[in-house]
Structures are given as structure tokens and as C-alpha cells.
């Protein structure tokens, strides 16, 4: 009963690993290859592949084996350092959009008429 609940146990660690790697799998798929550059990462081609290998060992291999670990560390990284970075590089919105000068309009700074 108690090995029961261990199986059921890495089971769902097993899915909420391939989560992790279809989610910056997709989120890269969908960012520019320029923001890539931009943000002084490795390519985007790089990152597909890398997040795609991920999902394919989480999928293939038992949790506990090594690949799937390292699978879950370019999936962290990925999601931890490069997502921030692409995002900010390629203008996209933190939290609460747009950021600028509380006299920015909306073609610009606002210089007071002059």
C-alpha cells in the first residue's frame, strides 16, 4: 500500500516535470530569435532543443534516473534566467505593462509645452 502511494506519488512529480519543459518549450517556440541575441542568450534553436530533449527523457525515462534531473535544471534555467531576459529584451510587459516616466505621454515624454 505504501509503495502504492509512492508510484502515484512519482507519478505526478513525473507530469509536473513534462509541464515544466512544455512550458518553456512553448514559450520559447513562441519568442523572437532577435530577443535571444538581444538579452545575450544562447539561440533560440538552442533552447528548443535543449527544452525539447527535456521532455522527451521526462517522458522516456523513470524520475528517479539521472537524465531526467538534468532535464528539470534546463527547464529551471530556462524559466528562471532566460524567460526574464528575452522578455525584457524584446519590450515585452513585466507586471503592470508598460513602464516609463509618470510624464510620458502617449507619444512620448512630455516636455511641458515647449
Known amino acids: 500500500m505504501l509503495m502504492a502511494g ?6 505526478l512529480l513525473k507530469i ?5 519543459a512544455a512550458f518553456g518549450l512553448f514559450d520559447a ?15 533560440k ?3 528548443l532543443i535543449i527544452l525539447g530533449i527535456a521532455l522527451v527523457v521526462s517522458y ?6 539521472f ?14 534566467d532566460v524567460r526574464p531576459a528575452v522578455r525584457q529584451a524584446s519590450g515585452g510587459g513585466g507586471r503592470g505593462g508598460r513602464r516609463g ?5 502617449p507619444y512620448g515624454p512630455y516636455n511641458g509645452g515647449r
Not at 67 to 80: M, Q, R, T
Not at 101 to 105: E, I, V
Request: a negative charge.
Open 45 to 47: 534553436v538552442f533552447w
Open 29 to 43: 517556440a513562441f519568442r523572437r530569435e532577435d530577443a535571444f541575441r538581444a538579452a545575450d542568450k544562447q539561440t
Open 67 to 80: 537524465l531526467p534531473i538534468l532535464g528539470v535544471i534546463a527547464s529551471i534555467v530556462y524559466i528562471v
Open 6 to 11: 509512492f508510484d502515484g506519488f512519482l507519478g
Open 16 to 20: 509536473v516535470l513534462m509541464a515544466l
Open 60 to 65: 522516456v525515462f523513470p524520475i528517479v534516473s
Open 101 to 105: 516616466s509618470s510624464s510620458d505621454g
